[in-house]
């Protein structure tokens, strides 16, 4: 595929313009960037105390008009037009004590017993999807240049999803993943899941939502959409090994990994050059190489229909692995 994997705004004004992101800068309508490397814009459009967030609307770019809902303390990640709004004090002093509510640790370790029952189910579940997946042979290198899925393998996943009714949580984990799997707390619950079948440890704050586990969003069905899309991308890449690649660029030293119970990673040694690449303002930027087992894929741009609609990474979404430094 020619030309950029990613927009830019090569007239993007300096740093200097700006100033680091602070809680009195979250005003609705006041209009900021993200600390990418491109520095994507944004403009904040809510606060909410109660769940001690905020939530700002992307600007430019592949997703503009997206909007994310992240935890306050994260306005650090942001910078603001110096001389812009700011909150008054009440305000401002609210958000410090909701953002205060918000930052206590949860942990959730893996039980063997339940990883060795979630193998087994999922071993069943594969041998229920090997006849409908007989044959499907994607030629992987080509959708690998041209970094785009297959319509027929959307399609089969989808047809999949609904019969088992869960194509409500294959769609809202896979546009929130795709957009910012940082973006509410959705992601959150299914890593908690993840964690309670055994297969990879929870680190990471405090729920925000109280309901994020009833109705649609049970822990049942969290559980059962994990196994049964793992089966699915299981049998279709046949328990082979996957070449992945990562990029980072971070305008200070590298910082340490934070634990992931999701890692995203790329088919495309091109999209991870891009963002090794950084900007005008990077200091540190990594490559990284690994051969992956297939056991640890989650979800792909190949199968995915949410994956290939705005972004064309070639993505690859790994069960997190606290031992692998790499992915």
């Not at 200097?16 to 800068?25: A, I, K, Q, T, V």
């Not at 063997?112 to 041998?127: F, H, K, N, Q, V």
């Not at 590298?254 to 890692?263: C, G, N, R, V």
Request: hydrophobic share 40%; net charge negative.
């Amino acid at each position: 595929m020619a030309g950029p994997v990613y927009a830019s705004d090569p007239g993007a004004a300096p740093d200097s313009e700006f100033e680091p992101g602070e809680l009195r800068h979250l005003v609705v309508g006041n209009r900021g960037r993200l600390l990418d490397p491109r520095r994507t814009p944004i403009v904040v459009t809510a606060t909410l105390p109660t769940t001690g967030e905020f939530e700002v609307q992307i600007e430019a770019f592949e997703d503009a008009g997206a909007r994310w809902q992240l935890p306050l303390d994260d306005v650090s990640r942001f910078q603001f037009h110096r001389g812009g709004p700011s909150g008054d004090g009440d305000t401002v002093a609210e958000l410090a004590r909701a953002a205060a509510r918000f930052r206590g640790e949860l942990s959730v370790e893996c039980d063997s017993g339940a990883r060795e029952r979630t193998l087994s189910r999922l071993a069943r579940e594969r041998a229920s999807l090997r006849e409908r997946l007989d044959g499907v042979r994607p030629d992987l290198p080509r959708h690998i240049e041209a970094r785009e899925g297959d319509p027929g393998l959307y399609a089969l996943l989808e047809e999949l999803m609904a019969e088992r009714d869960l194509d409500d949580l294959e769609h809202r984990f896979t546009t929130t993943f795709v957009s910012n799997p940082a973006s509410g707390e959705f992601v959150k619950g299914h890593a908690i899941v993840l964690a309670e079948l055994g297969l990879c440890p929870f680190r990471g704050k405090v729920v925000r939502d109280q309901a994020l586990f009833e109705g649609a969003g049970a822990k049942r069905r969290r559980a059962e959409h994990i196994v049964v899309r793992m089966a699915f991308v299981h049998e279709l890449y046949r328990d082979e090994a996957m070449l992945l690649y990562r990029g980072a660029a971070v305008d200070g030293l590298l910082p340490a990994a934070a634990p992931a119970s999701f890692t995203s990673a790329t088919f495309s040694r091109r999209v991870a050059d891009e963002h090794f690449a950084g900007g005008p303002s990077t200091q540190t930027a990594v490559l990284w190489r690994q051969r992956v087992p297939a056991r640890r894929l989650f979800m792909t741009f190949l199968e995915t229909r949410e994956m290939n609609r705005r972004f064309r990474e070639a993505e690859a979404v790994l069960i997190g692995d606290p031992e692998n430094r790499a992915f």
